[in-house]
């Protein structure tokens, strides 16, 4: 998860990357933001893509709607990591798009502030940025996440691009991770398929540590778990395992080697594109199977 160990090992793969020569090391440096690229869709649909205000308990959220142009599509919810909701979210909600699916990409902070609250090419290597962010993470909860979650299910539901008659599938990266598995338990009736990459805090000991939501769900789940939280934790993949199968939950949980914390979106210094695009496959085959 996002915190000053992760900070120390980042600062710490980059320098050794710059080392080795594997890498562009000023590429990495400024961040992927400068270029934030992807990889094609192949047969990609043509897309539409808006700012929408989505009304939930706690006021108006701010965030990125996109759909194919034509036709009903799965919905899919994704949250972001701890840096919020930022030009970088809405290409991966584009790219998900063309695959087929229509997307609410969700500011979390919106109680806060309006999207984005970092500029570009900020880091969480960036004390500056850190201080910037925390607040607004430390003041959400399991509890606006699930009245969230509820919201955005809702406000999917209600536009044309969106099939009812197929389930919901959701995203989430970093603090995003245990928000899938918390839209997944609230709503099981309709969440059909949950992907979590370098999700932070899945298994605690809390007594509401989302894992223990997993006897809640009816989705299938893809956990992509970075290397060095795995170092960390690696007793947290077998305790997912473990529950997912007492449960009877279909999981794929995989720890995706040499891949940093944050490895997934394309303006992270870490990002790893050899591993971000195996993560992309696997998500939309966890879709395709489990949405249709």
Not at 48 to 59: L, Q, R, S, Y
Not at 185 to 188: G, K, M, N, R
């Given at each position: 998860m996002c915190d000053e160990d992760t900070v120390i090992e980042s600062n710490s793969y980059l320098a050794q990357e710059s080392k080795m020569g594997r890498r562009d090391f000023n590429k990495l440096a400024v961040g992927a933001a400068?270029?934030?690229?992807?990889?094609?869709?192949?047969?990609?649909?043509?897309?539409?893509?808006?700012?929408?205000?989505?009304?939930?308990?706690?006021?108006?959220?701010?965030?990125?709607?996109?759909?194919p142009a034509k036709g009903k599509y799965p919905g899919v919810i994704i949250w972001p990591d701890i840096l919020?909701?930022?030009p970088a979210f809405r290409l991966m909600g584009e790219r998900l798009a063309k695959s087929g699916y229509a997307v609410l990409v969700v500011n979390p902070y919106y109680r806060s502030a309006r999207s984005p609250v970092i500029e570009p090419g900020a880091s969480f290597q960036d004390a500056k940025t850190r201080n910037r962010v925390m607040p607004y993470h430390r003041a959400l909860s399991a509890e606006t996440n699930v009245t969230d979650a509820k919201a955005y299910v809702a406000y999917l539901d209600a536009q044309n691009a969106v099939d009812v008659k197929r389930k919901i599938g959701t995203t989430g990266y970093c603090m995003g991770g245990p928000m899938v598995m918390r839209t997944a338990?609230?709503?099981?009736e309709r969440i059909g398929a949950g992907g979590s990459f370098h999700g932070g805090g899945l298994v605690t000991n809390d007594a509401a540590s989302p894992h223990l939501l997993i006897k809640n769900m009816q989705a299938d789940l893809l956990i992509a778990v970075a290397a060095?939280?795995?170092e960390r934790a690696p007793n947290d993949k077998e305790v997912l395992r473990k529950t997912a199968a007492k449960y009877g939950l279909k999981a794929e949980i995989e720890v995706y080697e040499g891949a940093m914390h944050g490895w997934c979106p394309p303006d992270s210094r870490v990002y790893h594109e050899k591993q971000a695009e195996q993560a992309w496959v696997r998500l939309l085959h966890t879709f395709e199977n489990a949405l249709g």
């Open positions: 400068a270029i934030l690229m992807l990889p094609p869709v192949a047969n990609a649909l043509e897309v539409a893509g808006h700012d929408v205000v989505v009304n939930t308990p706690d006021g108006d959220a701010d965030c990125y709607f996109v759909h919020g909701l930022r338990a609230a709503l099981p060095n939280d795995d």
